[in-house]
């Protein structure tokens, strides 16, 4: 056990390829951790339980690489921005924003809203329209903005379910061959005469016209409402999943190295100072050993998070509690057999401290021991917190996977067919959990002799 | 007299993991519990004086009034020994002795099937459905696993062995309640086999019950039992392996006895006692596991009692509940020592 140095480990661990491919895995995920942290803002992250910032995004959406599996193409929801242009004719004032839109789905979108926030003074008239790949032009709103004597900020939103928009359009509406009242979505997007979708190029145009001067557009988007977004989809509440996803990799990772670290450095100092102490000073602390053995670890977990705090610090100390205890058991018996050794005799006879004794002699040579059992236990603690998430008692202002499935399972994600919402948390537990399972197998393969063969 | 010392020295230690348990419960929700109780007295106060029109017209100013109101509850507080905090050596003892006799008082909201609000009756209501799901899924998970360990442990490195093993290491991983939200997505909703909700829809009392019981007990079980053999599998052929290693095993292959002769009757028998023992400890492992995998399937055992009183802060029930399950938990672990002190000599002659 402890005549493996470290050259050595490392010169069988390059030997073994299922420890290679758990480190191929690590340095993934880590990878995944690094351009979450520095290209996603943290503040997308903190905003994830606010409602508001969620909301142009669209709900329970399949991934968008659905549609390159199957053949009919589930309209993606699209937030389009503007190019603007500034003309200036007979002293009117016009600001033009256009959108462009390919459409090549097989499915209406499902609604569409503009999104503008505009610097002004006076009175502007909007007006929008929409320009058809089949070159027809559908005027959708004549409206204005409200009349302001001073320099004003004004937001405005424009629904496609506005009673004026389906008004202006049921005009239309014997040209598309529909003889009852249909959204404003399905007579844009479809073909004359047919009840079928036209593919192609739309572009969407909001004129605002001014007398005196052009109005300023601060910010302006379009959404182009449809049932397929992102790299995840989104879920019940409109998150964007990728961004919970993505944040929970380097939270899942904080959380199961730093509770594996912790109880293996308490854990292994506890067990070689009681087994190095011996007689009464081992009886007593194996006894407290034994007692937090046989504590019910989840129920106490549970009544932790719920009376103390359920803050992820807090939570990775609790887990801590519970996870120190075997290890404190075999680095005893360990150390048991190290200090009958002649040299430990030897420094004792020279008087050297306990406490040196322990970490000069002793504890490195568990060292590769202690590698093994802190790979080995990170996958409890990531699927432990997980399942705290799981039962709502996790932290809120860090979503973990663990919580995306709570929600997932508060809003009955498996009876609706959310299979987006369920599958990819678990599977990303899965795998992290694997990844350090395989580094502890193949270290312990190498360090546990026994387990040669 | 080694097996009687070692017996008692456990019997002792895991009565003290008892009251550390109880004592570390009551000090977590206690102070909660103290608050909860004395505002359900003042409502109860109040609703029978304003019951009792006569009392509130013999007054002539509402300050007196809301004097006698607070007498009242002052009485009351002091008659249930609430004027003491909950961490006074009376209160504390008194409370221990009370649950020590299984005495859990009344849940706040939760109640049982019969309507019911004793604590004692709710947890023995659903204790034994949790028995029977787990102990169901654990001797399936142990039958399945001992046979496909010994089956791999009989050839080393062959398909068998090598799919076992990395069935093994994979199905470990995942947690049980997410393969649990799988299978109620794909057997429940896709492919409508098995109900959605592990409680069964008809009256217990109703015939046909049982049956009920076990069609929804289904889906649970096998979840459980996917996720469980294959570590077990995995054990069982590395004790296995241990064991034909030894010299007694290439005594008898000298000899003649056929591989397979060896394996499962003279190997697996001495292999027993780490099985024996590691079955009564993986029983009490699931039943700490049974709180997630009850929620998921929403099955009506300890486990989702356990869930929904910590939802509502149901404190009794939270204190009964903690209390049975780790009693539940150290009764398992005091049997997996005991079975491992009768078979392994070593363990009682220490020392």
């Known amino acids: ?110 609604d569409f809203i503009f999104e503008m926030k505009t610097k002004y003074i006076d009175s502007h008239l909007v007006q929008i329209k929409v320009i058809r790949p089949d070159g027809i032009t559908l005027e959708l709103l004549s409206t204005s903005l409200p009349h302001s004597d001073n320099e004003t900020i004004h937001n405005q939103r424009y629904f496609s379910t506005d009673s004026m928009i389906k008004k202006n359009l049921n005009t239309y509406k014997n040209d598309f061959g529909f003889d009852f009242q249909v959204g404003a979505t399905e007579i844009i997007f479809s073909e004359l005469y047919q009840n079928q979708i036209q593919k192609g190029n739309y572009i969407f145009i909001v004129d605002i016209y001014g007398i005196e001067k052009h109005v300023e557009v601060l910010e302006s988007k379009m959404i182009l409402g449809g049932k397929a977004y992102g790299l995840m989809g989104t879920d019940e509440l409109r998150r964007d999943l990728a ?42 602390m194996m006894r407290f050993n034994d007692v937090i053995y046989a504590l019910p670890a989840l129920p106490f977990l549970i009544i932790l998070a719920v009376t103390i705090s359920n803050s992820i610090f807090l939570m990775i100390g609790f887990l801590m509690i519970f996870s120190w205890v075997g290890i404190a058991k075999v680095s005893r018996s360990m150390s048991l057999q190290i200090k009958t050794r002649q040299y430990i005799e030897a420094a004792k006879i020279m008087g050297q401290k306990d406490s040196k004794i322990i970490f000069r002699h002793i504890l490195p040579q568990l060292l590769p021991y202690a590698f093994a059992s802190i790979a080995i236990s990170v996958p409890a603690a990531i699927t432990t917190e997980a399942g705290l998430s799981f039962l709502g008692l996790g932290d809120p202002s860090f979503p973990t996977w663990g919580q995306i499935l709570h929600d997932a399972n508060t809003y009955g994600a498996a009876a609706q067919g959310f299979w987006w919402w369920i599958v990819p948390p678990g599977i990303l537990i899965a795998i992290t959990g694997l990844a350090f399972v395989f580094i502890g197998n193949a270290l312990d393969a190498i360090v546990n002799p026994k387990l040669k063969r | 007299m080694g097996l009687k010392r070692y017996l008692v020295t456990r019997g002792l230690t895991m009565f003290g993991v008892l009251m550390i348990t109880l004592l570390l419960t009551i000090s977590l929700v206690g102070s909660n519990m103290d608050t909860i109780l004395k505002q359900g007295i003042i409502y109860q106060v109040r609703a029978e004086i304003t019951e009792n029109t006569t009392i509130a017209q013999g007054f002539n100013n509402p300050e ?22 909950w961490y006074s050596p009376q209160r504390l003892g008194y409370t221990m002795y009370k649950i020590l006799i299984l005495d859990f008082g009344n849940a706040t909201f939760l109640t049982s099937d019969s309507g019911s609000s004793n604590v004692g009756e709710i947890i023995f209501e659903k204790m034994p459905k949790t028995v029977l799901l787990f102990t169901t899924a654990t001797i399936i998970i142990s039958i399945i696993g001992i046979l496909l360990g010994a089956a791999s442990s009989n050839k080393i490195g062959s398909k068998t062995d090598r799919i076992t093993s990395t069935f093994a290491v994979i199905s470990s991983s995942f947690p049980v309640w997410w393969i649990g939200m799988l299978m109620i997505f794909v057997f429940a909703f896709v492919y409508q086999i098995f109900p959605a909700r592990a409680t069964p829809s008809i009256e217990p009392d109703e015939p046909g019950y049982i049956l009920a019981l076990l069609y929804h007990m289904a889906l649970p079980v096998i979840t459980i039992v996917l996720i469980g053999f294959g570590a077990w599998a995995y054990l069982v052929r590395n004790f296995m392996v241990g064991i034909m290693q030894e010299d007694f095993i290439t005594a008898k292959k000298t000899i003649g006895i056929s591989k397979k002769k060896i394996v499962y009757s003279h190997a697996l028998r001495n292999a027993a006692p780490p099985i024996v023992t590691i079955l009564a400890l993986s029983l009490s492992g699931s039943l700490g596991g049974a709180i997630i995998t009850e929620a998921v399937f929403d099955w009506p055992g300890m486990g989702r009692l356990y869930f929904e009183a910590i939802s509502v802060m149901d ?32 363990v009682r002659t220490a020392n």
């Open chain 2, 315 to 346: 404190l009794p029930v939270i204190i009964g509940s903690t209390y049975i399950l780790t009693v539940l938990f150290l009764v398992s672990i005091f049997i997996a020592d005991l079975l491992y002190g009768y078979f392994d000599p070593r």
């Open chain 1, 243 to 284: 961004i919970g996803l993505l944040w929970g990799t380097p939270l899942a990772l904080f959380i199961g190295i730093s509770v594996s670290i912790g109880s293996v450095v308490v854990g292994l100092i506890y067990g070689v100072y009681s087994g190095y102490k011996g007689k009464k000073t081992d009886e007593v």
């Open chain 1, 1 to 110: 056990m402890s005549s493996v140095s470290t050259h050595e480990i490392k010169k069988e661990f390059l030997k073994s390829k299922l420890g290679l491919t758990g480190v191929f895995i690590l340095s993934g995920l880590i990878l995944v951790s690094i351009i979450t942290i520095s290209v996603i803002p943290a503040s997308t992250f903190q905003e994830w339980n606010n409602p508001e910032k969620w909301i142009s995004y669209p709900k329970t959406s399949v991934p968008s690489w659905v549609n390159f599996l199957s053949s009919d193409k589930i309209p993606e929801h699209k937030i389009i921005n503007p190019k603007v242009f500034q003309s200036q004719e007979n002293g009117i004032f016009l600001t033009s924003q256009q959108f462009g839109v390919y459409f090549e789905y097989d499915d209406f979108p499902s």
């Open chain 2, 64 to 85: 007196e009034f809301e004097k006698f109101v607070q007498q009242k509850i002052d009485e009351r507080v002091e008659t249930l020994g609430l004027d003491t905090p």
